[in-house]
Structure formats: structure tokens, C-alpha cells
């Protein structure tokens, strides 16, 4: 049975758009605060890859994650978790896109 943070997370990123997906996902890559299962950096250069062809701002200045504050709300509340909790969020997520 999925803990009520976990079903919190999902509700969220259901309700993001295409990019803030692409964000969040990449943020949970670079985290040093994550215990995913999955090989970051690979899932990093994959993600990263995929919203420098959806959104030009990304791909020509050096962006800063905290301006996105439904990103770092998310991240906060993944930090929280446990890592199987973090895995499940990360599995949806990364199925999602």
C-alpha cells in the first residue's frame, strides 16, 4: 500500500506540466539527498538532454532551480521519504515521461 506522501507526490506531479516533469526529474538525478535505485547520471544526461529540446531557456542560460518553487516544494517532500518511498516516486515519475 502506497503511504499517503507518496500519493501526495504522485497527485502533484500529475498536475506539472511537461517541463516542471523534466525539472523535477533532473533535480532528483543531481541530488546528493536521493537514495535512488536507478543510475543517476545516465538518467540525468537523458533527462537534461530531453528538456534542452523542449525549452530553449534551458538549453542557453544557466538555470536556477529555485525560482521553481513547485520543484523545490516537491524535492523538500522527497527528502522527507524513506528510499523506498523516494523509488516509487522516481519509478512514476521516470515512467511518466
Known amino acids: 500500500m502506497e503511504s499517503e506522501k507518496v500519493k501526495y507526490l ?6 506539472m506540466d511537461l517541463t516542471n516533469k523534466l525539472r523535477l526529474a533532473i533535480c532528483m538525478s543531481d541530488s546528493s539527498c536521493t537514495n ?17 529540446e523542449i525549452n530553449e531557456e534551458y538549453r542557453t542560460t544557466l538555470i536556477n532551480f529555485a525560482k521553481y518553487h513547485i520543484i523545490m516544494f516537491a524535492m523538500a517532500k522527497i ?8 523509488n516509487q516516486v522516481a519509478l512514476y515519475l521516470f515512467n511518466n515521461l
Open 10 to 15: 504522485i497527485n502533484m506531479i500529475n498536475d
Open 36 to 52: 535512488l535505485k536507478y543510475d543517476k547520471p545516465e538518467m540525468y544526461k537523458y533527462f537534461d538532454s530531453m528538456l534542452k
Open 79 to 86: 527528502r522527507e521519504m524513506n528510499k523506498e518511498e523516494q
